[in-house]
């Protein structure tokens, strides 16, 4: 498997498991399958909902032995309401004890939007801070002080635009070591992709399959299926693989990171095995085609009348 390197030396293996939308009665046994499998990389955040019971897997997995902390990834995230400086240490030592861990090896910024303190998920536009009453580079600041304190080993950003990595990066000597986007054949990324090779910022695909199990009102009525299409079916059909392994193996292959989520046993496994074989040049010439810079994930959620959050994404 490809590993994603970083400036110090550490290594992330490329493909890792998803945790979004994981039920809590499944994703605590989600989590052990994968690591007593081999998987050394799991992607987390606070606003999942389940990092006590992810966390509950490190405990039991760790403690048998087999598998050993420092050998792991974990990546969590930093929710849209601890944006404030004085919020933002809290909440990555809440995440640290649901996780029941010491250290983070990757914590992120989840969105570049700001909501009020005791807001979860926003309801009106009086529920958001705008971007100067809680500065991204007040809560970069804060991300850096918890890297100083040995709290977390690396630092980024997710759903950042070239716009709104370009800002940071105007403001601040330390550069975000990662960017975790939405990325796949149907929203390719190419120009964000070389601003961050450019850079030296790593990247990681969300939602590589295409997050269709996602809420119904997070979903386009007419969206189409990554799974279902003819030519990453062809493709699959080609090299004796499934829809799903073509789609992780293309990311991967890129250089990037991956973190299909799944809490079926049979397809956690399958998942890992994307890097069985290699997509050839014509491969990738046909799915390049495929790029119609579709979301699934749009940011709209955060687009109400009277708040500063239009356009998140800059398109």
């Known amino acids: 498997m490809k590993q994603l390197k970083f400036k110090n030396g550490d290594t992330m293996d490329a493909i890792g498991l998803g945790t979004w939308k994981?039920?809590?009665?499944?994703?605590?046994?989600?989590?052990?399958?994968?690591l007593n499998n081999?998987?050394?990389?799991?992607?987390?955040?606070?606003?999942?909902?389940?990092?006590?019971?992810?966390?509950?897997?490190?405990?039991?997995?760790?403690?048998?032995?087999?598998?050993?902390?420092?050998d792991i990834w974990v990546t969590s995230?930093?929710?849209?309401?601890?944006?404030?400086?004085?919020?933002?240490?809290?909440?990555?030592?809440?995440?640290?004890?649901?996780?029941?861990?010491?250290?983070?090896?990757?914590?992120?910024?989840?969105w570049p939007v700001a909501f009020k303190p005791d807001v979860g998920f926003p309801e009106?536009?009086?529920?958001?801070?705008?971007?100067?009453?809680?500065?991204i580079i007040e809560t970069w600041n804060e991300m850096l002080k918890a890297k100083e304190q040995g709290l977390v080993k690396h630092i980024?950003?997710?759903?950042?635009?070239?716009?709104?990595?370009?800002?940071?990066?105007?403001?601040?000597?330390?550069?975000?070591e990662m960017n975790q986007v939405e990325l796949h054949p149907y929203l390719q990324q190419n120009k964000l992709l070389e601003f961050c090779s450019k850079n030296g910022i790593n990247v990681t695909a969300y939602s590589p399959l295409g997050s269709g199990d996602r809420p119904d009102e997070m979903k386009a009525a007419d969206e189409p299926s990554l799974l279902e299409n003819?030519?990453?079916?062809?493709?699959?059909?080609?090299?004796?693989?499934?829809p799903g392994q073509i789609l992780i193996k293309w990311s991967e292959q890129r250089g990037t990171g991956v973190?299909?989520?799944s809490t079926n046993e049979?397809?956690?496994?399958?998942?890992?095995?994307?890097?069985?074989?290699?997509?050839?040049?014509?491969?990738?010439?046909?799915?390049?085609?495929?790029?119609?810079?579709?979301?699934?994930?749009?940011?709209?959620?955060?687009e109400m009348e009277g708040n500063s959050y239009e356009n998140i994404y800059n398109d």
């Open 156 to 176: 980024g950003v997710s759903n950042f635009s070239i716009e709104k990595l370009k800002d940071l990066m105007a403001e601040t000597d330390h550069t975000p």
């Open 124 to 135: 009106k536009a009086d529920d958001f801070l705008s971007l100067e009453e809680a500065p």
């Open 230 to 242: 003819p030519v990453i079916n062809k493709i699959a059909k080609k090299h004796g693989a499934s």
């Open 259 to 261: 973190i299909p989520k």
């Open 266 to 302: 049979g397809r956690i496994k399958e998942n890992l095995m994307s890097t069985g074989f290699q997509l050839e040049e014509d491969d990738l010439k046909e799915i390049a085609d495929l790029d119609y810079h579709f979301r699934y994930v749009t940011g709209k959620f955060f």
């Open 38 to 70: 081999g998987y050394k990389h799991i992607d987390c955040a606070a606003t999942y909902g389940n990092e006590a019971e992810v966390g509950e897997a490190f405990s039991e997995v760790f403690k048998n032995g087999k598998v050993k902390r420092e």
């Open 77 to 110: 995230k930093l929710w849209n309401n601890a944006h404030k400086k004085e919020d933002v240490i809290p909440a990555l030592k809440q995440t640290l004890k649901d996780l029941e861990l010491d250290y983070l090896d990757l914590y992120l910024i989840h």
């Open 22 to 34: 994981s039920e809590k009665g499944k994703v605590t046994e989600a989590v052990k399958i994968a």
